[in-house]
T-cell receptor, first 114, second 112 residues
């Protein structure tokens, strides 16, 4: 089974802090994704990566950056946390585009910015 | 018009009922269709994955795709309290590595 592991289930930070959310997958997937999920808004894509050191902006990249130094690890960075970034953050991974396989998700990090 | 529309519910049914969950979409380029189940405080779990039009059955679950109507459905037979969750439809275009487009999810409650 695919396993996507997010380092923290719950995290509380203060406004202005730099926050790191970590995600690791164990299936050697090329593609990795970061979403945020908010009530009434559903899942929204922040960033994704097709390969090591590659990144693409999603629908709501403002205030975020990402890092992918190794294939199995994809980090989401909140450069200067703000209260409107309080949310559930979900990481996902999938094989490369020509394999036609769906994404698999981690259990999420519930982040609160005070 | 939003790309994917899904009624948020909540939908409440008694145990044993047949449940029908639906999504409509506007982009005819979508080829792959998924249903995810999400329990409270957990990540989405892949439930069904289909390509193009037709039906796919897995135990008590049946996924149906009608590309001509741009309409997909998930049927749950003999619903159980353990089916209580939020169900998300998702879809993507030909290149499967691209990001999914999600519906906002339907919350289902099955009472015993």
């Amino acid at each position: 089974d695919v396993k996507v592991t997010q380092s923290s289930r719950y995290l509380v930070k203060r406004t202005g802090e730099k926050v790191f959310l970590e995600c690791v997958q164990d299936m050697d997937h090329e593609n990795m994704f970061w979403y945020r999920q908010d009530p009434g808004l559903g899942l929204r894509l922040i960033y994704f990566s097709y390969d090591v050191k590659m990144k693409e902006k999603g629908d709501i990249p403002e205030g975020y950056s990402v890092s992918r130094e190794k294939k199995e690890r994809f980090s989401l960075i909140l450069e200067s946390a703000s209260t409107n970034q309080t949310s559930m953050y979900l990481c996902a991974s999938s094989p490369p585009g020509n394999s036609n396989q769906p994404q698999h998700f981690g259990d999420g990090t519930r982040l609160s910015i005070l | 018009q939003k790309e994917v529309e899904q009624d948020p519910g909540p939908l409440s049914v008694p145990e044993g009922a047949i449940v029908s969950l639906n999504c409509t979409y506007s982009n005819s380029a979508f080829q792959y269709f998924m249903w995810y189940r999400q329990y409270s405080r957990k990540g989405p779990e892949l439930l069904m994955y289909t390509y193009s039009s037709g039906n796919k059955e897995d135990g008590r679950f049946t996924a149906q795709v009608d590309k001509s109507s741009k309409y997909i459905s998930l049927f749950i037979r003999d619903s159980q309290p353990s089916d209580s969750a939020t169900y998300l439809c998702a879809m993507m275009g030909f290149q499967a590595g691209t990001a999914l487009i999600f519906g906002k999810g339907t919350t289902l409650s099955v009472s015993s």
